[in-house]
């Protein structure tokens, strides 16, 4: 009897010990923010040309702030010729001439920033347009001094090893240049040659290019491909076997763990990051994995705030005919957040998204987008998004339950990665009508950068101008001014959920644990901080589910909840989401 008590003593010391505590957490603005994703050239037109504009971003500031949302990223906002919208950047200190000038830009963060709404750029440093100057030049001879900016390889050597290029219908990433008789090495397309970071010139000028943007006041950076910039320029043969070995057989993370990837990320820290303490960075994590993340994140190493990993999107995609999308077992969901969020228990912040411009839109691939069930899907997968660990990345349009546009021709598309994809399939003499179908619901980028539904007249309210990329026409039904109006709307829930998250610390840095891990229907989950306890419950399916625990919700408070229905039962209908905090 008196063992039995001392153990007990033991463990509920252990118990109380255990507890996170928010006087123990590092505690950040970035960690607390939502971040809000808007894609510029599809949020707000204001002079008519079919092309969203920074002006039309701070005419739209009252509503960005009216979400409750912290911080806003920019899809690349500079000088290009657009061969990738703004991923091929020619000029990296001034404002691309369709979206405005630089004065639009200072008065955007100016005016931003007297909202309380942070900015944050995009970074895209593993290459730049072949129009950058420095690729001008670099091609104009083998003894330009801007030559080894680039990555070449003369060709007099035959022709280099087989590196990946994603947006070539041939797959390469070697492009040959008459000029000088080399080839030039480009992960992506042809118009995106990969910079060389292994010149300590090239890096220098990237940092200061870094400092200029963080000088005007800039509050951090989302860094495109950022694991890609280091390379072995012996560029040795890789062979299948060797991808097996040693990159899980996959090229993405041979090409994220360059030899000195780390020295790279640790120099920019010291350079530029660790001046600007209060600004944020973010990996684009395009190879990392759960078992290297730290490496970029951990802060004892001083180089990156945050990093956010792909295996979430990845889940349930079939390679035939370009990333078709196939059902997922919402247990596999579940494990793959689940071990995510295992790898920063102890140290490190994660990140969580469903959707951004390299995805369909998250309510047509992680809920239902039928009219019966748009409404219910999204605000489930919004509450999902905002109550795990983890600062969450928002998508422009997600707050209203936007959907895929679902073209019927490839004419209608304008991304450089599925016109690729298209002549792959049709070169190999494929199935183009199954290409074409399987867009609609898998990988096309285009799906998730319809422009922005703000009314139901012509083109949304986006544009006066013809729009560069299609409206949808749902947008009669889904639209700020008609969901402004609604109380129980998809976008007013989006609110509500905001508000709850920054009301509750244990949403934000509580301790995440995983209930029911068998459920098929349900994803279901306690987060805990300073002895507050709460459940979040999701019905991932169109049935009505039940919750297998013994949590008591009978007792319970409900924080938030997406069907009005006090529910307490313990069985849930299609789709329905609730917080509860648990006595
Ligand atoms: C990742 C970006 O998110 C994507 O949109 C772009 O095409 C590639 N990187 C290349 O910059």
Redesign the pocket.
């Known amino acids: 009897m008196k063992n039995t008590m001392i153990l007990i003593a033991i463990l509920s010391a252990i118990t109380v010990f255990s507890q996170k505590k928010s006087k123990d957490i590092d505690r950040k603005w970035w960690k607390e923010a939502v971040v809000y994703q808007i894609y510029p050239r599809s949020f707000k037109d204001t002079n008519g040309d079919g092309v969203g504009d920074l002006k039309g971003i701070i005419s739209k500031l009252d509503y960005i702030k009216s979400l409750g949302i912290n911080a806003i990223w920019l899809n690349p906002i500079f000088e290009s010729p657009n061969a990738?919208?703004g991923?091929d950047i020619s000029d990296y200190q001034s404002i691309m001439k369709q979206f405005g000038t630089m004065d639009d830009f200072n008065t955007l963060l100016k005016d931003a920033h007297q909202k309380d709404l942070k900015i944050i750029l995009d970074l895209?440093v593993?290459?730049s347009s072949d129009e950058h100057k420095w690729f001008q030049e670099s091609r104009k001879s083998r003894d330009n001094p801007y030559r080894d900016y680039y990555h070449w390889w003369p060709a007099e050597k035959g022709k280099p090893a087989f590196r990946p290029g994603?947006?070539e219908a041939d797959g390469s990433g070697w492009r040959y240049d008459k000029t000088t008789n080399s080839y030039y090495l480009h992960y992506?397309n042809f118009k995106?040659p990969d910079l060389n970071w292994e010149n300590p010139k090239v890096r220098q000028e990237i940092y200061s290019m870094m400092r200029f943007w963080l000088d005007k006041g800039i509050d951090g950076f989302r860094m495109?491909?950022i694991p890609f910039i280091s390379k072995d320029t012996n560029f040795p043969v890789i062979t299948q076997a060797d991808l097996d070995k040693n990159y899980h057989g996959r090229w993405d993370v041979y090409m994220g763990e360059g030899p000195h990837l780390h020295d790279y990320l640790k120099e920019m820290n010291k350079e530029v990051l660790s001046k600007y303490p209060n600004a944020m960075s973010l990996a684009?994590g395009?190879g990392m994995l759960k078992s290297t993340a730290l490496n970029f994140v951990d802060p004892a190493r001083h180089e990156l705030n945050m990093g956010y990993h792909f295996e979430g999107t990845n889940l349930g995609y079939v390679p035939r005919y370009f990333k078709k999308s196939g059902p997922y077992k919402l247990t596999d969901f579940k494990k793959i957040y689940t071990d995510w969020d295992a790898v920063y228990k102890e140290k490190g912040w994660g990140t969580t998204y469903l959707g951004?411009?390299?995805q369909p839109r998250m309510v047509s691939r992680w809920g239902n987008d039928s009219e019966q069930f748009r409404a219910p899907s999204s605000k489930m997968l919004t509450t999902f998004l905002l109550s795990m660990t983890g600062t969450p990345y928002y998508y422009y349009g997600d707050e209203l339950g936007m959907t895929n546009i679902k073209f019927d021709k490839i004419e209608d598309y304008r991304d450089i990665?599925v016109f690729a994809e298209y002549d792959k399939v049709k070169n190999a003499g494929g199935d183009l009508k199954e290409f074409i179908e399987n867009q609609k619901t898998g990988g096309a980028?285009d799906n998730g950068r319809t422009p922005m539904q703000w009314n139901e007249k012509e083109n949304a309210g986006f544009t006066t101008g013809t729009p560069w990329l299609k409206v949808n026409a749902n947008k009669s039904e889904i639209n700020v001014l008609d969901e402004e109006k609604n109380p129980n709307s998809t976008l007013n829930y989006f609110k509500k959920m905001t508000k709850t998250r920054r009301e509750n610390l244990a949403l934000i840095y509580g301790k995440y644990t995983l209930v029911d891990e068998p459920n098929e229907q349900i994803y279901a989950y306690t987060k805990e901080l300073d002895g507050k306890k709460l459940l979040v419950v999701l019905n991932f399916s169109d049935k009505e589910a039940k919750l297998n625990s013994d949590l008591d919700l009978k007792n319970a408070k409900i924080l938030i909840e997406n069907y009005p229905s006090d529910n307490k039962t313990g069985t849930f209908q299609p789709y329905e989401a609730v917080i509860y905090q648990l006595k």
């Open positions: 990738d919208n991923y895209v593993n290459h994603a947006f992506f995106q495109d491909v684009e395009a951004n411009h390299d990665e980028r």
